[in-house]
Structure formats: structure tokens, C-alpha cells
């Protein structure tokens, strides 16, 4: 299986700061790659898929880039609801994995 | 609205069974691929299993291979999760997913809708 390593595992900030969030493949997985949120008791909401596509309703101010092995999601300005966990997740491979995950707390 | 609804969670004993559900609505279900994810307490993401547009194509996580099944009903809107010999660590949230069909390929693509879940407790 494709191993998928996010980094850092917790990251505190402040409203307005600029975020970076970064995902590691154990092997190349093109641009295959989709960033989720999730909140606390709530489902994942998709918001970029292959690597940098943002999704339909999500605000401009995140967006991702890389291929091959790195990748990046960035929030250029933090709001009070950008205050969750997010995951990346590889589908270039039949067995699908996700990272561990980044909780982006409040500073 | 576009939704999947889960339902069939609950607390099990270890070698039990239970069967998950996943009505759809608000969307052509024959056309998309549905996926089960599953997330143990404060863990993170697993996928779990997969079914094509017309049943023709399964496949299962390693973790769950021979136990667990998923098959659909595109008469009903409805994806099943059959569950059989659980254990303890079986124990997560399941959700049931849409895949999106964004990258053209079939089976390999982004997760755009998801339940809201349905917690599966394996304990004695």
C-alpha cells in the first residue's frame, strides 16, 4: 500500500495567518490526490481534488499544489471556521489511503 | 439535495455480524461508484470497500477481505455493508461515500459526498 505521511500532526495558529499543510507518498502518485476538513462529529468535505482543483463552494483561500510525492495545502488567510482536522487521501492506487491527518488549532 | 444516509450501526459482540445501509437521493445512484470509509475513535481514515455503478466490480481492504461484503440495489438507492465475524477493532464510525468522476478513472477518484455515519461498537 501507498503510505501517505501529513505534516506537522498539529499546528497552532492565529486568524489571518497563512497555513501550510504537507503530504509525503511513499511512491509517486501523479496528481492523484484530494485534501478533506472534517469537524469535530461531522463528516470529511472535500476540498481539493487532483492536487490543486478546488472544489465547487469552497473559498479561494485554500488551495494545494505538488505531484509526484509532495504535495502542499495551503490557507492563505485563517478564519474561525478553517479551525479543523484535515487529510489527504492518494487514488492512484485500487488501495486507497489517506494521511494521519493535521489538526489546525487555534493559537 | 444530494445525500447518503447510513443506518445498521450498533453495539456487537465479537464474532457477530450486522449489515450497514446507504439510501441515496437527490442524484443518478446507477452511475457513481460507492465506497464504505471507516474511522476508528480519535484515528483517522480508512477506506474499506468499493462497488461499481452495477455490481460487477467489488473490492475490499486487505483488513476486511472474507468478512465483510458490500453490494448494492439501484432499484432501491441502496448500498449494503454486510459485516460478518466482527472484532473489537472493527470498532469506527462507517461512512458511506461517493466517488466523483472527476478524474476518469473508474474506481480511483476524490470522495465528493459523504454520510453522515454510522457507529459500529465490536465489544463484549
Known amino acids: 500500500d501507498i503510505q501517505m505521511t501529513q505534516s506537522p500532526s498539529t499546528l497552532s495558529a492565529s486568524v489571518g495567518d497563512r497555513v501550510t499543510i504537507t503530504c509525503r507518498a511513499s511512491?509517486?502518485?501523479?496528481?492523484?490526490l484530494a485534501w478533506y476538513q472534517q469537524k469535530p462529529g461531522k463528516a470529511p468535505k472535500l476540498l481539493i481534488y487532483?492536487?490543486?482543483s478546488l472544489e465547487s463552494g469552497v473559498p479561494s483561500s485554500f488551495s494545494g499544489s505538488g505531484s509526484g510525492t509532495e504535495f502542499t495545502l495551503t490557507i492563505s488567510s485563517l478564519q474561525p471556521d478553517d479551525f479543523a482536522t484535515y487529510y489527504c487521501q492518494q487514488y492512484n492506487s485500487y488501495s486507497l489511503t489517506f494521511g494521519g491527518g493535521t489538526k489546525v488549532e487555534i493559537k | 439535495e444530494v445525500q447518503l444516509v447510513e443506518s445498521g450501526g450498533g453495539l456487537v459482540q465479537p464474532g457477530g455480524s450486522l449489515r450497514l445501509s446507504c439510501v441515496a437521493s437527490g442524484f443518478t445512484f446507477s452511475s457513481y461508484w460507492i465506497h464504505w470509509v471507516r474511522q476508528a475513535p480519535g484515528k483517522g481514515l480508512v477506506w474499506v470497500s468499493r462497488v461499481n455503478n452495477d455490481e460487477t466490480f467489488t473490492s475490499h481492504a486487505d483488513s476486511v477481505k472474507g468478512r465483510f461484503t458490500i453490494s448494492r440495489d439501484n432499484a432501491k438507492n441502496t448500498v449494503y455493508l454486510q459485516m460478518n465475524s466482527l472484532r473489537v477493532e472493527d470498532t469506527a464510525v462507517y461512512y458511506c461515500v461517493r466517488e466523483c468522476d472527476r478524474s476518469g478513472n473508474y474506481g480511483l477518484d476524490a470522495f465528493d459526498v459523504w454520510g453522515q455515519g454510522t457507529m459500529v461498537s465490536v465489544s463484549s
Open positions: 511512491q509517486s502518485i501523479r496528481n492523484y
Open positions: 487532483e492536487a490543486s
